[in-house]
């Protein structure tokens, strides 16, 4: 079965602060996808990025990193230097290879809210 | 339109009665999703479709859940005798699956559901 946990359920940080929310995924899967999406006060998801299970390279965007480690399933997000707009809800989800009785629906962790103080 | 869109945006309804909520999926994407999203919680799967076919209806709660989709297109979720425990947040979510690797989805704004 897939799993995402998100162990973090609440982080409060103050403005200019770096600030990593952990996600730990599981799946018996050989290929798999990993995302994460943004979900601000308005209540749209907002889709951040996409990883392969192929591809561990790290990708920083802007003020965003993450980290994906085979070795521990893990897919972390890091904000740099986070800003009042940065506060959301982030959810952190998984897929297996669509085809052969997948269908590409995402598993998504309970999310974790960032509040960013000014 | 440009996004997905969920109609209406906010339901307040009677216990009991049934409801129905629209989703309007980006146009040319195959594969419609729909999530359920509790106070607190996280989205929870309830039904994927390819066209116009349910090939996982495997997140339906009970049998008072119920959707389809026509043209290939527009979707529509139905809860019958609702029940409190339905208040939630109905989110839509569609996809091209023309990719050669797993697109993102793409989610509406939601239904907020309150069942008094």
């Known amino acids: 079965a897939q799993k995402v946990t998100q162990a973090q359920t609440e982080i409060s940080v103050v403005e200019k602060e770096d600030v990593t929310l952990d996600c730990v995924y599981e799946?018996?899967?050989?290929?798999?996808?990993l995302f994460w999406y943004k979900q601000p006060p308005s209540g749209e998801l907002v889709f951040l990025i996409r990883?392969?299970?192929?591809?561990?390279q790290n990708e920083i965007s802007g003020r965003y990193s993450w980290n994906f480690q085979k070795s521990t399933s893990s897919f972390n997000f890091t904000i740099t230097a986070s800003q009042v707009v940065d506060s959301a809800v982030y959810f952190c989800?998984?897929?297996?290879?669509?085809?052969?009785?997948?269908?590409?629906?995402?598993?998504f962790g309970q999310g974790t809210t960032l509040q960013v103080k000014p | 339109g440009a996004g997905v869109s969920q109609s209406p945006s906010n339901k307040v309804t009677e216990k009991g009665k049934d409801v129905e909520l629209r989703c309007d999926p980006i146009?040319?994407?195959?594969?419609l999703y729909w999530y359920r999203q509790s106070l607190g919680q996280g989205l929870e799967f309830l039904i994927y479709?390819?066209?116009?076919?349910?090939?996982?209806k495997s997140g339906l709660p009970s049998d008072r859940f119920s959707a389809e989709r026509t043209g290939g297109s527009v979707s529509t979720l139905t809860i019958q005798r609702t029940q409190q425990e339905d208040s939630a947040v109905y989110l839509c979510?569609?996809?091209?699956?023309?990719?050669?690797?797993?697109?993102?989805?793409?989610f509406g704004n939601g239904t907020r559901l309150t069942v008094t």
């Open positions: 479709f390819q066209g116009n076919s349910a090939p996982d």
């Open positions: 799946t018996r899967d050989t290929t798999y996808y």
């Open positions: 990883r392969n299970s192929f591809d561990e």
């Open positions: 989800a998984l897929s297996g290879e669509e085809g052969s009785g997948n269908t590409g629906k995402l598993i």
């Open positions: 979510a569609s996809k091209t699956t023309r990719s050669s690797y797993n697109s993102p989805l793409h």
């Open positions: 146009s040319g994407h195959t594969a």
